[in-house]
C-alpha cells in the first residue's frame, strides 16, 4: 500500500484588482482625476523610475487582502514604469506611494477623508492632497522629514495654506482661486486637460504648418530673386558679347 504524503492545502491569497466602486461619481471629477494623473506623467514621462497611476488598487501588507486603497492618483519614485493589475507594495522593493491624490465627489466627503488619510499616514505616504471641485478647496497634509524644523514625528501634518504651496516630492505648485483650481509644474506650465492639451497641440500643428509655409513662400522669393538675377547677369553677358562684336570694349568706356 502506498502512503500518500500530505499536500499544502493552503489557498493562495487572491488580492483583487478591483473594488467594485466606480473610478468617479460625476463628470467634474472624472475629468480633475484625470487631468492630475496625465499631467503627472507628463512630467515624469523620462524618468523610467517614476510611477504613476490612477484608481489602481494598493495592497501594502502582504498575505492581508482586505488593507488597501486605490488612491484616485498615486505617485511612486524609485519604481519603473509599466502596467499593473495592482500594486503590492512587496513585490515593489516595499516601496509605498509618496504622494497621493483624492478628488471629492458630493458621495465622498469627511468620514471618507478621514478614513484615508489615517491608512495614508500608517502606511508610509509622504504628501496628501484632497480636492473639492464644487467648493474649490484644497487641503493637503505632508510628512516632514526628520532634522527638519518642523519633524513629523511620523504623522501627516496639515499644510497652513495650499495656495501657493510647493510639493517636495513633485515640484509642482499650487493656485488656489475664487473659481478654480490651478496647478502648474516646475516649468511654470500650467496643467492641461485632455481637450486643452489636443488644442494645444492643434495650435502647435497650425503654427508648424504655417512656419513651413513661410520658409516655402521665402524660398520661392530666393529662388525667384536669383531667377532675376540669373536673367539678368545673362542679359548683360550677351549685352557684352554684342558690343564686343561691334568692337567697343565696355571696360575701356
Known amino acids: 500500500m502506498v502512503k500518500q504524503l500530505p499536500s499544502d492545502t493552503t489557498p493562495a491569497i487572491i488580492y483583487p ?14 475629468r480633475w482625476i484625470v487631468t492630475i494623473k496625465e499631467n ?4 515624469f514621462a523620462e524618468d523610467a523610475n517614476v510611477f504613476v497611476a490612477g484608481d489602481l488598487l494598493w495592497y501594502p501588507v502582504e498575505g492581508d487582502n482586505k488593507t488597501r486603497q486605490a488612491p484616485d492618483t498615486m505617485v511612486v519614485f524609485g519604481r519603473p514604469k509599466g502596467d499593473r493589475g495592482s500594486y503590492k507594495q512587496w513585490e515593489e522593493d516595499n516601496i509605498a506611494p509618496q504622494v497621493v491624490f483624492e478628488i471629492l465627489s458630493p458621495g465622498n466627503r469627511l468620514k471618507a477623508m478621514a478614513h484615508k488619510l489615517k491608512f495614508y499616514e500608517r502606511y508610509g505616504v509622504e504628501e496628501y ?15 516632514f522629514p526628520q532634522g527638519s524644523l518642523r519633524e513629523s514625528q511620523n504623522q ?10 510647493i510639493s517636495p516630492r513633485l515640484g509642482v505648485r499650487f493656485e488656489v482661486t475664487a473659481n478654480n483650481l490651478e496647478i502648474f509644474a516646475p516649468s511654470g506650465e500650467r496643467f492641461l486637460t485632455f481637450v ?8 502647435e500643428k497650425q503654427r508648424a504648418e504655417q512656419e513651413k509655409q513661410r520658409a516655402e513662400q521665402e524660398k520661392q522669393r ?3 530673386a536669383e531667377r532675376q538675377l540669373e536673367e539678368e547677369r ?12 561691334r568692337g567697343i570694349n565696355l571696360e575701356e568706356l
Not at 501627516?156 to 504651496?165: K, P, R, S, T
Request: net charge negative.
Open 222 to 224: 530666393a529662388d525667384e
Open 156 to 165: 501627516l501634518e496639515l499644510i497652513d495654506e495650499m495656495n501657493g504651496w
Open 129 to 143: 492632497y484632497v480636492y473639492e471641485p464644487d467648493d474649490v478647496e484644497l487641503i493637503g497634509w505632508v510628512r
Open 17 to 30: 484588482e478591483s473594488d467594485g466602486q466606480p473610478m468617479a461619481d460625476n463628470t467634474k471629477q472624472f
Open 40 to 43: 503627472l506623467e507628463l512630467l
Open 234 to 245: 545673362l542679359k548683360y553677358q550677351a549685352l557684352q558679347d554684342l558690343l564686343r562684336e
Open 196 to 203: 486643452e492639451l489636443g488644442q494645444l497641440k492643434e495650435q
